[in-house]
C-alpha cells in the first residue's frame, strides 16, 4: 500500500471514530469545537443551535456563532470559502469601493473591509433575520464598521418590491425567486450607487441565488463607468431554475461591455474561458479588458 492510500485510510478511520466520540452526550463542547476548527471535516461534531462569539475569524474578527447555521461553522475554521477569499485577496486594494450583493451575515464582508481598511464596502443583504446578524457581526468589530454601509434590500433590474424566503433545506441561505415569503425592498445596483455618493466602484461581489443577471442588468450604467471587476455565482441549477440560460446572458452583457471572463481553479487561480455553456467554477470573474494585463 502507498503513503498516499495509508493516508487517505488512516483519515478515513480518524473522521469514522470521531463520528462515534461525536454521539458521546459527555464529550465536552470545547473539545468538539477545537476539532471542527482543526479539521473542516469534523464540523459535524458540533451540536445544533449553539450560539457563541468566535474571537479568531481572519485571526484577529470577532463573530457571532451559531452552529444551526453552516455559513457560520464554516467560519469557525477562521475563514470562508477559500477560492473566493483568495479572489477578493487578489483583486481588491486597500483603497477599493467594493459592493457585496447578498452578504449573508457578512464572512466575505468582513474580509473586503479588512482588504479595503481606507476605501468603502457596501453590504447588501434582504434578509431581516440575516441582516440583523450581519449588523450584530459588524459592531463586534467597531474599526471594521466604519468601513461598512449595510442596506437591507435585494436588488433587481428595477426598483420594487419581492418575496424573500429561506430555503428550507439549508438555514441561512435565501432568495428572491420565490411565490411566498416576507416582502422586502428591493431596487437596482445604479441606484445604490448613485444614492451611496461613490467615487469609485472597484470590484463587485453577487451572489444572490440565481438573479445575477437581474443585479448586472440593473447596474449597466455603473459597470459602464467605474468598470469593476465582478464576480458572480455560476451554478448550473439555476440555469434549470430559472428556464433560460442566465449566465449566457450575462456573457454576452459583458463581453459586448468589453469585459473578459476567466474561471476560478481549486488554487484560486483563474483561467480565461471563451463562453458559459459549460461551468467549470462555481464563481466566475468578469475582467474589463483594458486590465486583463495588468492583473492576470
Known amino acids: 500500500m502507498t503513503s498516499e492510500a495509508t493516508g487517505t485510510t488512516m483519515k478515513t478511520a480518524l473522521i469514522q471514530l470521531m463520528r462515534a466520540i461525536g454521539k458521546l452526550p459527555l464529550l465536552p463542547f470545547s473539545f468538539k469545537l477545537f476539532l471542527a476548527k482543526k479539521d473542516r471535516r469534523l464540523r459535524f461534531l458540533l451540536p445544533p443551535d449553539k450560539a457563541f462569539i468566535c474571537e479568531h475569524y481572519l485571526g484577529n474578527l470577532r463573530v457571532n456563532i451559531n452552529t444551526i447555521y453552516p455559513i ?3 467560519m469557525l475554521t477562521g475563514a470562508y470559502d477559500p477560492k ?3 479572489i477578493i485577496r487578489r483583486f481588491v486594494s486597500v483603497n477599493d469601493v467594493v459592493i457585496d450583493v447578498g452578504a449573508n451575515v457578512g ?3 468582513l474580509l473586503m473591509a479588512t482588504v479595503a481598511n481606507q476605501g468603502k464596502v457596501i453590504a447588501i443583504e434582504p434578509g431581516p433575520p440575516i441582516c440583523s446578524r450581519l449588523r450584530n457581526n459588524l459592531k463586534l468589530n467597531p474599526d471594521i464598521q466604519k468601513t461598512v454601509d449595510v442596506y437591507q434590500i435585494g436588488l ?3 426598483a420594487g418590491e419581492l418575496l424573500w424566503q429561506e430555503d428550507p433545506n439549508v438555514v441561512g441561505n435565501a432568495g ?7 416582502p422586502v425592498k428591493v431596487d437596482t445596483l445604479d441606484n445604490v450607487v448613485k444614492n451611496s455618493g461613490i467615487e469609485r466602484l472597484d470590484f463587485i461581489k453577487i451572489d444572490v441565488e440565481g438573479m445575477e443577471y437581474e443585479v448586472i442588468k440593473g447596474g449597466l450604467a455603473s459597470i459602464t463607468q467605474y468598470r469593476p471587476f465582478i464576480y458572480y455565482e455560476t451554478l448550473e441549477p439555476f440555469r434549470a431554475i430559472r ?5 449566457g ?6 463581453q459586448e461591455m468589453g469585459y473578459q471572463h476567466f474561471c476560478v481553479l481549486a ?4 483561467e480565461s474561458v471563451s463562453n458559459l455553456q459549460v461551468l467549470r467554477s462555481p464563481n466566475t470573474l468578469a475582467i474589463p479588458k483594458e486590465k486583463v494585463d495588468r492583473v492576470v
Open 243 to 247: 428556464g433560460f440560460d442566465l449566465y
Open 72 to 74: 457560520e461553522v464554516e
Open 267 to 270: 488554487n484560486g487561480e483563474i
Open 84 to 86: 473566493t477569499s483568495a
Open 176 to 182: 428572491l425567486l420565490h411565490h411566498g415569503g416576507e
Open 156 to 158: 433587481s433590474d428595477r
Open 249 to 254: 446572458q450575462i456573457y454576452a452583457v459583458l
Open 107 to 109: 464572512a466575505l464582508t
